[in-house]
Each structure stands twice: as C-alpha cells, then as structure tokens.
C-alpha cells in the first residue's frame, strides 16, 4: 500500500500536515522529536559503557605460572 506513495504523494500529505498544525506547532514536535533521539543515544551509550566496564572488571588473567615466572 505504501509502495505507491511517489513524490506528488508525500508533497500533499506535507501540504496537509502544515495545513492543519502550523508551521509552529510542527517545528515544535520535530524539536521534541530531536530530543527524544539525543536522549535515545545518550542511553544506549550509557548502557554500552556500564556493560563493557562490568565485562573489564569480571576479566582476569589467564597467564600460565610458568610464564608469569619468567617475566
């Protein structure tokens, strides 16, 4: 159904869009929607980093005696 969409058909449905909310309103949901994907990233780096420091302090050596004595 969405596969036929083309230009023309998008250009309507932003013509209606603005239409309908404002130029302001629009500007606003889109600066609310920045916002949401900033803070959606900042998240998942957040959790990356917890999860690679919790895997750096789980680690530990597994150097041989033999060769840790002849170092």
Not at 40 to 47: E, I, L, M, N, R
């Amino acid at each position: 159904m969405l596969n036929n969409i083309g230009l023309p058909g998008l250009l309507l449905i932003a013509v209606v869009v603005l239409v309908l909310f404002g130029r302001g309103k629009i500007s606003s949901l889109m600066g609310e929607v920045g916002k949401g994907i900033t803070a959606f990233k900042k998240g998942v780096k957040d959790s990356t980093d917890e999860i690679e420091d919790s895997s750096a302090n789980t680690s530990h050596d597994v150097t041989s005696e033999e060769k840790k004595d002849k170092v």
